[in-house]
Each structure stands twice: as structure tokens, then as C-alpha cells.
């Protein structure tokens, strides 16, 4: 059972012990900071509000610059640094082209959708979104 909930702009998908972060349009040096603020509460928070797993959905960004690159790798380091599974999910060819010349695709994979990330955050259980 998945429950939503809506954050500034962001839809926050609760499934178990993950949570799934939907992006959407644009994101560059603009628009990225505010999801930079929500994955570190997310990742930072340890009571209800937060989730030993975070899956950040991609699919539709139609736009990353090398900034929102950077505030990813950032929240996937301090995920590591608070022991949390941080997953992304793209089927962008321009988020994987960006992955792909960057080399970060061997630091963060990126998934075909959400079940299989969550597959690899440990959240898939009886749940779906």
C-alpha cells in the first residue's frame, strides 16, 4: 500500500520503508535547490517524515543541467554518509547522456522505472504506486 503526499512542489509516494520523489520539467540551477532541501530532510530525518530508502523518479525531467548533477551526487553522498539507499530512476536520453559523459552512471545507476529501483532500495515488498 503506497500513500501520497505533497511537499512544496514535489510528490513524495511513500512504499514500506521507501520513499519515491517525483521530478518533473526542468531542472537546472533554478529549480534545483528546493529538491535539494527535500532529499536532505528526507535523507537527514529520523522520524516518520523521513525513509531509511529515497528513490528519486527522473522520468520526466525534460531538462538536467551539470548543477542538479551536482545536488544529486551530493545527496548521494550524504545518504551514504547517514547509511540510506539512495536510487535514481530515468528513462531520459538526456539524463542518461548527461550520466553517461560524466561517468555517473557507474556511481549512481540509473533504473527503468520505480519498481526496480525499489527492487534495490530494499521497499518493493507488497507495495505499489
Given at each position: 500500500?503506497s ?10 509516494e ?89 561517468g ?26
Amino acid at each position: 500500500m503506497s500513500t501520497t503526499t505533497t511537499t512544496t512542489r514535489l510528490p513524495l509516494e511513500e512504499h514500506g520503508p521507501a520513499v519515491v520523489l517525483r521530478v518533473d520539467g526542468e531542472l537546472d540551477v533554478r529549480t534545483a535547490p528546493p529538491l535539494r532541501e527535500e532529499l536532505r530532510r528526507l535523507i537527514r530525518h529520523d522520524g516518520a517524515e523521513g525513509a531509511p530508502s529515497v528513490v528519486v523518479d527522473l522520468r520526466a525531467v525534460t531538462f538536467m543541467d551539470s548543477y542538479a548533477l551536482g545536488v544529486l551526487v551530493q545527496c548521494h553522498k550524504l545518504a551514504r554518509a547517514h547509511r540510506r539507499t539512495f536510487v535514481l530512476v530515468s528513462t531520459s536520453p538526456r539524463v542518461e547522456q548527461l550520466f553517461r559523459i560524466t561517468g555517473m552512471r557507474h556511481v549512481m545507476p540509473l533504473h527503468p522505472d520505480p519498481e526496480s529501483a525499489l527492487a534495490v532500495a530494499g521497499g518493493a515488498t507488497g507495495s505499489r504506486g
